[in-house]
């Protein structure tokens, strides 16, 4: 992309200058890291290691009994917890256990998600063997002794089969995809963020389940103008998260442009819509089978049909939707965007805007995917259709550097207030 957009296109008036782009003043840092002991320069999680070769763990054969625990006197592997997920296991020799992966519902997307916790009455080494019903790993595994830092765990792909050596002893360790960020910690987070500030975080309504689905607000005076943040519709997809804490926080700092910004335009974001899914560690779906990120045509789930009608009734109270971004991950970073000639206004407001991401950040290729399927079902395609206006999947890779997602999505905030607030005619490439 940096050879594919003119970035002299973002000249912005010299009011702007004057606002500062620093880190926000407010620091709401509760975003669990990957190790960088573990991480390459600034690109991408580290594959861990391979176990050593002279283990050759017995793989299961035949018929089994599986639980979502399983232990003996000394070891006690289990899933008992809040986005735990360990759907068949079963101990296949002394100190050997065999993990399988079995997703809510087929055909789904491509997304195992496991955690799970091991503890032994004394220091032990053990091996795990985790395979995946009818499909294959994506998320290599990750350990962290108190819930809060992670590591990349050293492991072995031998065909389907993931293999790790673990020591277990009376301290439990959890081993999951993908750091944990369950509903609890987007309750801490958004109670944090709006403690320091004017901003409001209240219930939209109940999942499926009867979970609370938060927002988050921030309402200017004199501004009818809404832009729209979600988050977590697919549960696995952890470096979205990443990414829409540092995002927010961003746009709800104490920085002058923020202040400046919250004074032009109201901010709604909804940070957890799946929190069913989320508690049980789903692949993909909502407690009902159903992938929110395809009903946003029928809204026959309680989830998106919460967010139509707020945000219709928005509307009809006078106000106006004017963009909207939904995170997510995938397995390399990515914009989904719609396409400049699809019709909404300030067509070219996207390319602006990500142009001069990509401009400013010589080290990450900005890659825009634009494109529209008004029969998908997708938010990014509900937004254009609804409300006339850009919206965009940001999508961060599952492996992804985790200080990197944080630069970046520091970066595309402070750059998104600058273009919204210019006078650059977006209408115009």
Same mark, same amino acid.
């Given at each position: ?7 002299? =296109? ?33 690109? %991408? ?48 020799? #002394? ?40 499909? #294959? ?27 790790? #050596? ?7 360790? =959890? ?42 607000? %921030? ?30 926080? =961003? ?132 937004? %254009? ?14 492996? =992804?550097?985790?200080? #990197? ?25």
């Amino acid at each position: 992309m940096k050879n594919a957009l003119n970035s002299s =296109t973002l000249l912005l008036p010299l009011l702007l200058v004057i606002f500062s782009c620093s880190a926000p003043q407010k620091n709401v840092e509760k975003t669990p890291p990957i190790s960088s002991e573990n991480t390459q320069s600034d690109t %991408s999680v580290t594959v861990a290691s391979p176990l050593n070769e002279q283990f050759e763990p017995t793989v299961p054969k035949g018929p089994s009994v599986f639980s979502q625990s399983c232990h003996n006197s000394e070891v006690k592997l289990s899933s008992d917890f809040a986005a735990g997920r360990m759907d068949k296991c079963k101990r296949t020799g #002394k100190n050997e256990y065999s993990i399988t992966l079995v997703p809510e519902n087929t055909p789904i997307n491509s997304s195992p998600w496991y955690a799970f916790k091991v503890q032994a009455e004394q220091t032990t080494d053990i091996i795990i063997t985790m395979t995946v019903q009818g499909d #294959k790993h994506r998320y290599p595994p990750k350990i962290s002794r108190d819930g809060k830092s992670w590591q990349l765990q050293d492991y072995q792909l031998k065909g389907d089969h993931l293999i790790m #050596k673990v020591q277990a002893s009376s301290q439990p360790v =959890t081993i999951a995809a993908q750091e944990i960020i369950n509903n609890q910690y987007y309750v801490d987070w958004a109670a944090e963020l709006t403690a320091q500030s004017a901003f409001t975080q209240s219930i939209l309504g109940s999942s499926t389940q009867g979970r609370p689905i938060y927002k988050i607000e %921030s309402r200017a005076e004199n501004s009818n103008e809404w832009v729209v943040i979600l988050g977590r519709q697919h549960p696995p997809e952890i470096t979205g998260a990443l990414a829409l804490f540092p995002f927010v926080e =961003t746009l709800l700092s104490n920085s002058e442009l923020s202040k400046y910004f919250l004074r032009k335009y109201n901010v709604l974001v909804i940070p957890n819509i799946n929190p069913d899914g989320v508690h049980a560690g789903n692949w993909r779906s909502n407690a009902n089978g159903k992938d929110l990120n395809r009903d946003w045509n029928d809204f026959t789930q309680i989830e998106t049909r919460l967010i139509n009608d707020y945000l219709q009734g928005l509307v009809t109270q006078g106000q106006k939707i004017k963009f909207a971004i939904d995170f997510h991950s995938t397995k390399k970073d990515i914009f989904y965007t719609m396409p400049v000639d699809y019709g909404v206004e300030s067509s070219y407001f996207v390319r602006h805007w990500l142009g001069e991401l990509d401009r400013q950040m010589p080290n990450f290729d900005v890659v825009l995917r634009p494109g529209n399927n008004p029969n998908l079902g997708v938010s990014k395609q509900y937004f %254009s259709d609804q409300f006339g206006v850009h919206a965009i999947t940001y999508e961060m890779g599952d492996n =992804t550097d985790r200080t #990197k997602i944080k630069r970046i999505a520091y970066k595309s905030a402070n750059i998104l207030m600058i273009n919204m607030l210019s006078d650059v005619d977006h209408e115009k490439e």
